[in-house]
């Protein structure tokens, strides 16, 4: 054997795989003596164009049983085209990956001769193609390890069986290069060959969630194009048959996910060197991990409608104290009949399937146990938790444990009972009210006592909502009618200004008082639309129009101690920021100076007094009060001012 390789090829560094394909039957006619094992071949043509042959289609398609099929003619037609499609895809890539760098070294060459600090930039930003270059938007600087690692892992595979391990490899390597039919092929072989392998299953998990997080998008984007095209039209039917086959893939990617998502958790890789984190990739961890969950929920979920049996149920609830043995033992259907539908079944669980389940409720307790003092979700969803859905998360986990009879339930139960009181609101109830299997199971497990504890919840719940809802119409109408007000202002509209402002604090004081933030405000000013801003600006129009609106008149007597009042001016004033940087600020007026520093309102009221408008004493005596608190609160103003002049100004 040794001596035909060099005399064909001037090396033997083929001599490991032309022993192992010296057995098999294309080269096995052309030894000398086959029966006793000798590996002597017959010197002819035909026997030196076979080991050429064969040795050649294997550095193409990476298969010695393909190849000797081949040999033999028993390929058809349609497998051919498909290895060789298998076959171009992987090259073309190592291709991408070792052009990449052909076309861009003498641009390298030029960047590393000036001896830059490779902490300041990444190569792939300066690097040029050369003017020849074919790879310009083809291929990765990192591709050529990947490729590296594949060539290699192959090179071992032609002379011995690959080990899981270098199955792995194998698998990554091609999964890097985007080939992931191929990279999932050899992961299943590493699974396959260990049933335990952490890092196959790990890849076989990241693929199918990616799969069929695609195929979710596919479906949802042809859904709209659907939507979007014109009624029985060719783009219509075009949209929905490729909806249907995007359907089709996500079902398959679905069958797929349910089989690999919980070996993959159960064998997943541990980090022991952050025992923080526990286990590495701890982001994929938390996916694959929340995919289990939403598993073992759909597959133990409360029926909402009526089962055959409550023997499962039966059994968890007698396990969590709920209900006696003497109680429904004797007569378990009629006893059934009373909470049909109240819990799942575990009969739905592989051994797999409920050592996930086991392991993940034992995870959530063993970080309870180690903080005593805090939530345990900022260590469970260490990648995510902020998150609203996690409530649906601990809210399934927790109705897996239950029916599962795991320990640590009613523990579990007041946590999350604790959590959904202090953040649930209306988005996240509106969720879990739309879904029935979820409501069924936040029912159940909510309140063990009974149904009076969720109810006294929802209750405040619906209050909360109420509040939160009275909030943002708040927010909506009141800068509504500040729009009006200004908008009335600017047309010298003021008895329409009046109106707006005492409709707007009869408006607040419906609303409890509640006051929204003025939006559409400059970014160094802030303003809160309190009932003692509407209150200036009912003021501040009613100035405007007092010598011939009764109404206007009235108002300027509305405010008895205006000192006390207005004694805050971040109350009823504008906020504005003079100096960000040191954070120094000011209060200005809307529409002009202050009403009460600049006298206006003193001004108004004593031109009133002086022109007999109060006339009867208890009015007048109102006016002079007013009159007497407004005086010290008007600062020095060199302008000159008397009735007369105010009147004939407003006439």
């Given at each position: 054997m040794k001596e035909t390789l060099l005399r064909l090829f001037g090396h033997d560094d083929d001599r490991s795989l032309l022993a192992k394909l010296a057995g098999r039957t294309p080269l096995k006619k052309h030894r000398l003596d086959p029966d006793k094992g000798s590996n002597v071949f017959k010197r002819s043509t035909?026997?030196?164009?076979?080991?050429?042959?064969?040795l050649a289609l294997d550095a193409v398609f990476n298969s010695q049983d393909l190849v000797c099929d081949l040999a033999e003619g028993q390929v058809s037609a349609v497998v051919l085209h498909q290895e060789i499609e298998r076959a171009r895809a992987r090259l073309e890539q190592k291709l991408y990956a070792y052009g990449y760098w052909v076309d861009r070294l003498n641009s390298l060459e030029a960047v590393l001769s000036e001896?830059?600090?490779?902490?300041?930039?990444?190569?792939?930003?300066?690097?040029?193609?050369d003017g020849q270059g074919s790879t310009a938007g083809k291929g990765t600087p990192y591709a050529l390890r990947a490729v590296q690692l594949l060539e290699r892992v192959e090179e071992q595979g032609r002379s011995s069986l690959l080990s899981p391990d270098q199955l792995t490899e194998k698998a990554w390597a091609l999964y890097r290069l985007g080939l992931s039919d191929q990279a999932m092929a050899a992961a299943q072989q590493a699974v396959e060959a260990d049933p335990e392998h952490s890092?196959?299953?790990?890849?076989?998990?990241?693929?199918?969630?990616?799969?069929?997080?695609?195929?979710?998008?596919?479906?949802?984007?042809?859904?709209?194009?659907?939507?979007?095209?014109?009624?029985?039209?060719?783009?219509?039917?075009?949209?929905e048959e490729m909806r249907d086959m995007a359907e089709d893939r996500r079902a398959k990617a679905l069958t797929e996910h349910r089989a690999v998502v919980f070996p993959a958790l159960l064998y997943w890789p541990r980090d022991h060197e952050n025992p923080h984190r526990r286990y590495r990739y701890r982001e994929n961890y938390e996916q694959i991990r929340n995919?289990?969950?939403?598993?073992?929920?759909?597959?133990?979920?409360?029926?909402?409608?009526?089962?055959?049996?409550?023997?499962d149920w039966l059994r968890a609830a007698e396990a969590q104290g709920r209900i006696s043995p003497c109680?429904?033992?004797?007569?378990?259907?009629?006893?059934?009949?009373?909470?049909?539908?109240?819990?799942?079944?575990?009969?739905?669980?592989?051994?797999v399937e409920t050592q996930v389940a086991m392991r993940i409720c034992a995870e959530m307790d063993e970080w309870a146990a180690q903080y005593p003092n805090s939530s345990p979700d900022y260590y469970f969803f260490q990648q995510g938790w902020w998150k609203s859905n996690n409530h649906f998360t601990k809210l399934k986990l927790l109705h897996v444990r239950s029916v599962l009879g795991l320990p640590g339930y009613e523990a579990a139960r007041q946590s999350f009972l604790t959590d959904l009181r202090e953040v649930a609101g209306w988005d996240l109830l509106s969720v879990i009210l739309h879904q029935p299997a979820l409501f069924h199971a936040l029912t159940w497990h909510a309140a063990a006592s009974g149904l009076d504890e969720l109810m006294s919840y929802f209750r405040g719940l619906v209050d909360a909502v109420a509040k939160e809802q009275q909030g943002k119409f708040s927010l909506l109408k009141g800068n509504l009618l500040r729009r009006a007000y200004h908008q009335a202002f600017a047309r010298a509209e003021f008895s329409r200004c009046l109106s707006v402002a005492r409709e707007a604090q009869t408006f607040l004081e419906q609303a409890s008082g509640f006051a929204p933030p003025e939006l559409g405000m400059d970014?160094?000013?802030?303003?809160?639309?309190?009932?003692?801003?509407?209150?200036?600006?009912?003021?501040?129009?009613?100035?405007e129009i007092a010598p011939e609106s009764v109404e206007a008149q009235q108002a300027l007597l509305s405010?008895?101690?205006?000192?006390?009042?207005?004694?805050?001016?971040?109350?009823?004033?504008?906020?504005?920021?003079?100096?960000?940087?040191?954070?120094?600020?000011?209060?200005?007026?809307?529409?002009?100076?202050?009403?009460?520093?600049?006298?206006?309102w003193l001004q108004a009221v004593e031109a009133l007094l002086s022109a007999g408008v109060y006339a009867d004493p208890e009015t007048k005596s109102r006016a002079r009060e007013l009159m007497a608190q407004l005086t010290s609160l008007v600062e020095e103003n060199s302008s000159g001012w008397s009735p007369d002049v105010y009147c004939k100004a407003t006439d």
């Amino acid at each position: 054997m040794k001596e035909t390789l060099l005399r064909l090829f001037g090396h033997d560094d083929d001599r490991s795989l032309l022993a192992k394909l010296a057995g098999r039957t294309p080269l096995k006619k052309h030894r000398l003596d086959p029966d006793k094992g000798s590996n002597v071949f017959k010197r002819s043509t035909a026997c030196d164009n076979l080991i050429k042959n064969l040795l050649a289609l294997d550095a193409v398609f990476n298969s010695q049983d393909l190849v000797c099929d081949l040999a033999e003619g028993q390929v058809s037609a349609v497998v051919l085209h498909q290895e060789i499609e298998r076959a171009r895809a992987r090259l073309e890539q190592k291709l991408y990956a070792y052009g990449y760098w052909v076309d861009r070294l003498n641009s390298l060459e030029a960047v590393l001769s000036e001896q830059p600090s490779l902490e300041d930039f990444a190569l792939e930003d300066r690097l040029s193609v050369d003017g020849q270059g074919s790879t310009a938007g083809k291929g990765t600087p990192y591709a050529l390890r990947a490729v590296q690692l594949l060539e290699r892992v192959e090179e071992q595979g032609r002379s011995s069986l690959l080990s899981p391990d270098q199955l792995t490899e194998k698998a990554w390597a091609l999964y890097r290069l985007g080939l992931s039919d191929q990279a999932m092929a050899a992961a299943q072989q590493a699974v396959e060959a260990d049933p335990e392998h952490s890092e196959a299953w790990m890849l076989l998990a990241i693929h199918c969630i990616n799969e069929k997080r695609s195929a979710d998008q596919e479906v949802a984007r042809y859904e709209f194009q659907r939507e979007e095209a014109d009624p029985m039209s060719g783009q219509e039917r075009w949209a929905e048959e490729m909806r249907d086959m995007a359907e089709d893939r996500r079902a398959k990617a679905l069958t797929e996910h349910r089989a690999v998502v919980f070996p993959a958790l159960l064998y997943w890789p541990r980090d022991h060197e952050n025992p923080h984190r526990r286990y590495r990739y701890r982001e994929n961890y938390e996916q694959i991990r929340n995919s289990c969950i939403d598993w073992l929920f759909v597959l133990t979920q409360p029926e909402t409608r009526c089962l055959s049996t409550g023997v499962d149920w039966l059994r968890a609830a007698e396990a969590q104290g709920r209900i006696s043995p003497c109680s429904w033992k004797e007569n378990p259907q009629k006893h059934y009949d009373r909470w049909v539908g109240e819990a799942g079944s575990v009969r739905c669980l592989s051994d797999v399937e409920t050592q996930v389940a086991m392991r993940i409720c034992a995870e959530m307790d063993e970080w309870a146990a180690q903080y005593p003092n805090s939530s345990p979700d900022y260590y469970f969803f260490q990648q995510g938790w902020w998150k609203s859905n996690n409530h649906f998360t601990k809210l399934k986990l927790l109705h897996v444990r239950s029916v599962l009879g795991l320990p640590g339930y009613e523990a579990a139960r007041q946590s999350f009972l604790t959590d959904l009181r202090e953040v649930a609101g209306w988005d996240l109830l509106s969720v879990i009210l739309h879904q029935p299997a979820l409501f069924h199971a936040l029912t159940w497990h909510a309140a063990a006592s009974g149904l009076d504890e969720l109810m006294s919840y929802f209750r405040g719940l619906v209050d909360a909502v109420a509040k939160e809802q009275q909030g943002k119409f708040s927010l909506l109408k009141g800068n509504l009618l500040r729009r009006a007000y200004h908008q009335a202002f600017a047309r010298a509209e003021f008895s329409r200004c009046l109106s707006v402002a005492r409709e707007a604090q009869t408006f607040l004081e419906q609303a409890s008082g509640f006051a929204p933030p003025e939006l559409g405000m400059d970014e160094s000013q802030s303003n809160t639309l309190s009932l003692k801003h509407w209150k200036y600006l009912e003021l501040r129009a009613a100035i405007e129009i007092a010598p011939e609106s009764v109404e206007a008149q009235q108002a300027l007597l509305s405010v008895a101690q205006p000192a006390r009042y207005f004694a805050d001016e971040g109350a009823y004033l504008i906020q504005e920021v003079m100096d960000i940087e040191f954070g120094e600020d000011c209060y200005v007026a809307p529409y002009g100076e202050s009403i009460l520093t600049s006298g206006q309102w003193l001004q108004a009221v004593e031109a009133l007094l002086s022109a007999g408008v109060y006339a009867d004493p208890e009015t007048k005596s109102r006016a002079r009060e007013l009159m007497a608190q407004l005086t010290s609160l008007v600062e020095e103003n060199s302008s000159g001012w008397s009735p007369d002049v105010y009147c004939k100004a407003t006439d």
